[in-house]
């Protein structure tokens, strides 16, 4: 059993930041890929952001240079730093993770989703 955790989502005005966290805990052999995904009323879910184990980051083209993506490896923790914040971001915020448990193949793993809302 795995679970995600996030927290940090809220209201903010625009220009402002953000730090959102995503914790995963459980049965955890070892976590392949971590990222965030976001989304809002009427749209598609899209990917923000991931991040794999040794690899570099990459970014939807809309928060790149605004939006940076960190893991602590040490606590199965991935983080999303938000900066220059704009109302387009706001939306429901997913974190996912593809972890190998040991006991099924690698899969996708999603949290429970974090509410961020960009607004005067």
């Known amino acids: 059993q795995v679970q995600l955790e996030e927290s940090g989502g809220g209201l903010v005005q625009p220009g402002g930041s953000l730090r959102l966290s995503c914790a995963a805990s459980g049965s955890i052999f070892s976590i392949l890929a971590m990222g965030w995904y976001r989304q809002a009323p009427g749209k598609q879910r899209e990917l923000v952001a991931g991040?794999?184990?040794?690899?570099?980051?990459n970014y939807a083209d809309s928060v790149e240079g605004r939006f940076t993506i960190s893991r602590d490896n040490a606590k199965n923790t991935v983080y999303l730093q938000m900066n220059s914040l704009k109302p387009e971001d706001t939306a429901v915020y997913y974190c996912n993770a593809r972890i190998d448990t040991l006991l099924l193949s690698p899969r996708d793993y999603w949290g429970q989703g974090t509410q961020v809302t960009v607004s005067s």
């Open positions: 991040l794999s184990s040794g690899g570099k980051p």
